[in-house]
């Protein structure tokens, strides 16, 4: 296996036009992929789809 074959790159952007080129490009080529979007909810920042139960557990550790 090369290091192509085993890499993952991780895109971050606010071009949604780039975010669908990507993602057209992928399921044309038959690549695995996966994309997350982000919004921005009364000041804190959340996954689109993401209801509150689906969260993921968060204590805040003893001091």
């Given at each position: 296996?090369?290091?192509?074959?085993?890499?993952?790159?991780?895109t971050?952007?606010?071009?949604?036009?780039?975010?669908?080129d990507l993602?057209?490009?992928?399921?044309?080529?038959?690549?695995?992929?996966?994309?997350?979007?982000?919004?921005?909810?009364?000041?804190?920042t959340?996954?689109?789809?993401?209801?509150?139960?689906?969260?993921?557990?968060?204590?805040?550790?003893?001091?």
């Open positions: 296996m090369t290091a192509a074959g085993a890499a993952q790159i991780v971050v952007s606010h071009s949604r036009r780039l975010v669908d993602r057209e490009h992928a399921e044309q080529s038959g690549v695995d992929h996966q994309a997350v979007e982000l919004t921005t909810e009364f000041g804190q959340a996954m689109v789809g993401q209801r509150l139960l689906d969260e993921p557990s968060w204590h805040w550790p003893s001091r």
